[in-house]
């Protein structure tokens, strides 16, 4: 089993977006028996696949020791299970820091190894005992990024501070979230860094949120559902190389 964390400190840069469909990739493309697991009391990873919170609230995973079993629901997809989140959530960082317990979200996740071979971490945009504990959980740390002349430095400050919360950490890997290669400084920032994957900006991406699917499931011979796959495929091929 495998955790792969979706990560950043910053809202809008396309986190729930790559956790959703990287998880989709991980079921369907290379049959895994996946878990998207929802840690953002926005819910967006839930909303994207259309599964309502949980009946329990998630904060009861890490503040009273509530199986994940007991919140894990189905989606539409075989072989892909959700964690959904909810308001519950809002005092995580709290939460963590009270229980005092430095590996909880890692000791929730490896409780689940015999039942998935991949869980997707859904982020928030927090810093904190939140990404300490992440850190702690997750094999590799994906990093979306919004392209412009500063990704760089945007990964370098995402890496300074993972290592500010985290004296060991897992494999950071960049991602170029939104890559509209008809703007000039996105094609820049391609081209300085052309070693990072990228997701094509797009309007099927978008619809993502309108249509409760993931692009492979409604769109899979576009740009973006090839941009998901290929990124999906560096992953697998990362964690088979730790
Ligand atoms: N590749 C993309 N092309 C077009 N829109 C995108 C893309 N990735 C993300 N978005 C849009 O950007 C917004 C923020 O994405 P989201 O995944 O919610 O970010 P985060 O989880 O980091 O807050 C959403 O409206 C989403 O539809
Ligand atoms: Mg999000």
Same mark, same amino acid.
């Given at each position: 089993?495998?955790?792969?964390?979706?990560?950043?400190?910053?809202?809008?840069? $396309? !986190?729930?977006?790559?956790?959703?469909? @990287?998880?989709?990739?991980? %079921?369907?493309?290379?049959? #895994?028996?996946? /878990?998207?697991?929802?840690?953002?009391?926005?819910?967006?990873?839930?909303?994207?696949?259309?599964?309502?919170?949980?009946?329990?609230?998630?904060?009861?995973?890490?503040?009273?020791?509530?199986?994940?079993?007991?919140?894990?629901?189905?989606?539409?997809?075989?072989?892909?299970?959700?964690?959904?989140?909810?308001?519950?959530?809002?005092?995580?960082?709290?939460?963590?820091?009270?229980? $005092? !317990?430095?590996?909880?979200?890692?000791? @929730?996740?490896?409780?689940? %190894?015999?039942?998935?071979? #991949?869980?997707? /971490?859904?982020?928030?945009?927090?810093?904190?005992?939140?990404?300490?504990?992440?850190?702690?959980?997750?094999?590799?740390?994906?990093?979306?990024?919004?392209?412009?002349?500063?990704?760089?430095?945007?990964?370098?400050?995402?890496?300074?501070?993972?290592?500010?919360?985290?004296?060991?950490?897992?494999?950071?890997?960049?991602?170029?979230?939104?890559?509209?290669?008809?703007?000039?400084?996105? !094609?820049?920032?391609?081209?300085?860094?052309?070693?990072?994957?990228?997701?094509?900006?797009?309007?099927?991406?978008?619809?993502?949120?309108?249509?409760?699917?993931?692009?492979?499931?409604?769109?899979?011979?576009?740009?973006?559902?090839?941009?998901?796959?290929?990124?999906?495929?560096?992953?697998?091929?990362?964690?088979?190389?730790?």
């Amino acid at each position: 089993m495998a955790v792969i964390a979706i990560y950043s400190a910053k809202g809008g840069v $396309g !986190k729930t977006t790559v956790a959703a469909n @990287l998880a989709w990739c991980a %079921a369907t493309i290379s049959c #895994r028996r996946t /878990l998207l697991w929802d840690l953002d009391l926005a819910g967006g990873a839930g909303f994207l696949f259309g599964v309502e919170p949980g009946r329990k609230p998630a904060s009861a995973l890490y503040s009273q020791d509530l199986s994940p079993e007991k919140l894990i629901t189905r989606t539409a997809y075989d072989r892909l299970d959700l964690l959904p989140a909810d308001d519950s959530l809002r005092d995580l960082n709290s939460v963590f820091a009270r229980l $005092g !317990k430095r590996k909880q979200l890692r000791k @929730l996740t490896q409780s689940l %190894a015999k039942r998935y071979e #991949r869980i997707i /971490l859904d982020c928030p945009p927090a810093l904190g005992e939140i990404s300490a504990q992440v850190m702690r959980a997750a094999d590799l740390v994906i990093v979306p990024l919004p392209p412009s002349p500063l990704s760089a430095r945007a990964f370098d400050l995402v890496v300074r501070e993972i290592k500010a919360h985290a004296k060991v950490h897992p494999p950071i890997l960049p991602v170029l979230s939104m890559l509209d290669l008809r703007r000039n400084l996105h !094609k820049q920032a391609q081209e300085a860094n052309p070693g990072w994957p990228a997701i094509p900006y797009a309007s099927v991406v978008e619809q993502c949120a309108v249509r409760h699917q993931p692009v492979g499931a409604f769109a899979p011979a576009s740009p973006a559902a090839r941009g998901f796959a290929q990124l999906w495929t560096a992953i697998e091929r990362k964690l088979a190389a730790l």
